[in-house]
């Protein structure tokens, strides 16, 4: 049974940063595309960060410099260092993973075209 379980949201100041964990069952991060996604009230999910399975990283443009996403293949874990927060940065935060037959698995496609997701934890960054 494929399970990712979120942590380590919660309330912090502008400027403050937090790390979510995403711990994951039923297959290992190494060999699938891994990301981490958020939605804002009355906003569209976004992509925020990704590892394809080949290691290529990617990060979307607003937080790039303070955001760093990573990996820990011997305990199947992902993890999204988030430093210099903002308000704009307040979201539900969901770790997410998707898988392909043959080659190597991209993170191109947008949260429609990821398989698997964790059920998301609140950020958010207030005075």
């Known amino acids: 049974q494929v399970q990712l379980v979120e942590s380590g949201g919660g309330l912090v100041q502008p400027g403050g940063s937090l790390r979510l964990s995403c711990a994951v069952s039923?297959?290992?991060?190494?060999?699938?595309?891994i990301g981490w996604f958020r939605q804002a009230p009355g906003k569209a999910r976004e992509k925020i960060a990704c590892?394809?399975?080949?290691?290529?990283?990617y990060y979307r443009d607003s937080v790039k410099g303070r955001f760093r996403i990573s990996k820990d293949n011997a305990q199947n874990t992902m993890y999204l260092q988030m430093n210099s927060l903002k308000s704009e940065d307040t979201a539900t935060y969901y770790c997410?993973?998707?898988?392909?037959?043959?080659?190597?698995?991209?993170?191109?496609?947008?949260?429609?075209?990821?398989?698997?997701w964790g059920q998301g934890i609140l950020v958010t960054v207030s005075s």
């Open positions: 590892i394809s399975s080949t290691d290529t990283v």
């Open positions: 997410s993973a998707r898988n392909r037959h043959r080659g190597a698995i991209g993170c191109e496609p947008a949260a429609s075209g990821f398989d698997y």
């Open positions: 039923g297959f290992t991060v190494d060999g699938y595309a």
